[in-house]
DNA sequence: CGATTATGTAACCAGTGGTTACATTGATTT
DNA sequence: AAATCAATGTAACCACTGGTTACATAATCG
């Protein structure tokens, strides 16, 4: 038996947040099954989390960490030529290993866009892809290369994960076309 | 005063859901919210439509082949040369301006993903996209520049909605901006 | 006209996000 | 050490949601 107080409950619940986001689905994780996996009534949830979103906000600030750390490390692992290349792959690798998590830290309407540690956290996110240019897109030329870059990127993500693509393909043969066909962009790079 | 029965009570569902959902987000879209916009009780809805999920189906097939009817459209105006970069700016343009219907067309938790319709709208989509091969990605080497292309839009049309990119510029400022991003992909395809 | 069938309503259920009043605990102060 | 007080938990409640069932009404067809 525990006692009366968890010790460090909001901590608990970001993290059956996390292992139940990616059993049941984004849309079905509810306050209330975070609550009974703690082992904590629900309402003891809204003490450290004032509702629903400001949930879903840390973990979408956690994730965002997560995946910039992730990438930092492959990034860091690429000789320089390859750089860019392996950036993208692990953007899309993080996405097919944790689709919930990398959908959660790009959906602004479920969580507080304006929350200072999720802001710092897609900073940092933003800052691992290459160049923090890639955010600043209105008079500065160079950024539509980053930006096709990185919308690229993204899009493979998203269509990977939201299965729009053929899906019967294991993931590994996947990455190998993800990697195939980002490798043809090299050309508007060498520009 | 209406009469007991209503018509047909499916369209107006449907019409009533289409609105709604651009008003409050897909989220948050219910199905007594559409029952009430149409004049009707929540129940009756079930009678049309078996749980929400075939709702949401429905509406998304509806919206897929309006995504076609629009990118067809636009691709038959534009001259040959630069039919690639219309049917992407269209794409995208229709994200922009339905955003949640955008959304929901390619949320394949939310909707059932095998239903007859859905799957034809979406194959006429893919279809009006240029070529089918999008879809067949395994063993053509052409698809990867497709694959290419087809994700460098559908990635910034996800970025573009959700508010990742810089939110404090125009809709139009944005589209030259894509435009001139998706135009640095021109070498990829000459090749 | 009468029976059947399609379509609506009313009342109910369990689950959800959220609030409020109250109970328990740990730390602070004297 | 005892009293106090803020932090953290529970229980009971609310409005709302998706969904079901029993019943009422209307349209249709023999």
Chains 1, 2 share one sequence.
């Not at 989390?49 to 990034?75: P, V, W």
Request: with cysteine.
């Amino acid at each position: 038996m525990e006692s009366y107080h968890h010790g460090d409950l909001a901590k608990a619940l970001l993290d059956k947040a996390e292992a139940l986001v990616e059993e049941v689905g984004l849309d079905a994780l509810s306050i209330r099954a975070c609550a009974k996996a703690a082992g904590v009534t629900h309402s003891a949830a809204f003490r450290h989390y004032r509702n629903k979103r400001h949930l879903l906000t840390a973990l979408a600030s956690r994730s965002a960490n997560r995946m910039a750390d992730f990438i930092g490390e492959r990034s860091s692992q690429a000789n320089k030529s390859s750089q860019l290349l392996e950036v993208g792959m692990a953007y899309i690798g993080f996405a097919m290993t944790n689709p919930n998590l990398f959908r959660l830290v790009f959906r602004e309407e479920i969580i507080d866009a304006s929350d200072q540690n999720y802001r710092a956290a897609t900073r940092r996110l933003a800052d691992q892809l290459g160049d923090s240019r890639m955010k600043r897109t209105v008079d500065d030329p160079l950024s539509e290369t980053a930006l096709l870059a990185w919308s690229a990127v993204h899009g493979m993500a998203c269509l990977s994960i939201d299965g729009s693509l053929q899906s019967d393909v294991p993931d590994e043969n996947k990455m190998q076309i993800f990697r195939n066909s980002l490798s043809k962009m090299q050309p508007v790079f060498a520009a």
